[in-house]
């Protein structure tokens, strides 16, 4: 068997939710100084997930919105702990979860990646020897002394994956960064995700395009309201998944 790279452990994540309904923070604050009982009530973002993943696969995650996946891959990236249950990761991830996280939106794209490629591991050095590469696969030469917030979400979806994929990371975690760019940037993207497989990296990607899932990844995770509805096979899974 390969090696394993993640293993999730009966993990749950739970958040406390006011169950009165407060128009302000004023009007929520007035209730509290006033003695004013405060109802809340639990919700279950994730529920009882178990989950192993081993080296070299590709783990495609999917669900409706608010399912519970970009909250899994917070937990798995340390960025979220959880309420019950743990996580045991093997190796050095790069996270690109969120378009935008670990990016300053006032300042250049070339200033960015020092930034971003900084908060994932590397050195100024590294960024050095890998900056001509990051910017020639971002597509982004003509911009990269452009502020980002005159990116386009697609242009900043580039740039984050170009800086993600170049700190040879044992475990990849892509969210939905197939669904901004062109056709012509989602093969490149395809292209490198493939050749990161080829060469042992962990993947996991959350994707709404079936055909994707069932293009890059070896197997599936279906959520459901936080919980595991189905795992297998990418065929199998996302045709239940399309059924629902």
Not at 3 to 14: G, N, R, W, Y
Not at 96 to 125: C, P, Q, T, V
Not at 213 to 220: G, P, T
């Amino acid at each position: 068997m390969n090696e394993l790279m993640l293993k999730i452990s009966s993990v749950s994540v739970k958040y406390r939710l006011i169950k009165e309904k407060r128009r302000t923070l004023q009007e929520y604050i007035i209730h509290r100084l006033k003695g004013k009982i405060i109802y809340y009530e639990d919700f279950w973002a994730l529920k009882n997930i178990n989950l192993e993943v081993h080296k070299g696969e590709a783990l495609g995650i999917i669900g409706h919105n608010g399912a519970g996946k970009i909250t899994l891959l917070k937990v798995i990236a340390g960025v979220l702990k959880p309420t019950e249950g743990s996580v045991m990761v093997i190796g050095k991830i790069a996270p690109l979860i969120e378009l935008g996280a670990g990016f300053d939106m006032e300042l250049a794209g070339k200033e960015n990646i020092y930034l971003n490629a900084s908060i994932l591991g590397l050195s100024r050095k590294e960024i050095n020897g890998r900056f001509d590469r990051i910017v020639e696969f971002s597509e982004l030469s003509d911009f990269i002394h452009s502020p980002l917030k005159s990116y386009s979400s697609g242009m900043v979806a580039r740039l984050g994956f170009s800086i993600a994929t170049e700190v040879d990371p044992d475990i990849l975690i892509i969210d939905e960064v197939l669904a901004v760019g062109d056709e012509q940037f989602k093969k490149k993207c395809e292209e490198r995700i493939n050749g990161f497989k080829a060469k042992g990296i962990t993947i996991l990607f959350v994707s709404h395009g079936m055909i994707e899932v069932q293009r890059l990844c070896d197997k599936i995770l279906w959520l459901d309201h936080g919980r595991s509805r189905m795992s297998g096979d990418p065929k199998s899974v996302t045709e239940e998944y399309q059924k629902a």
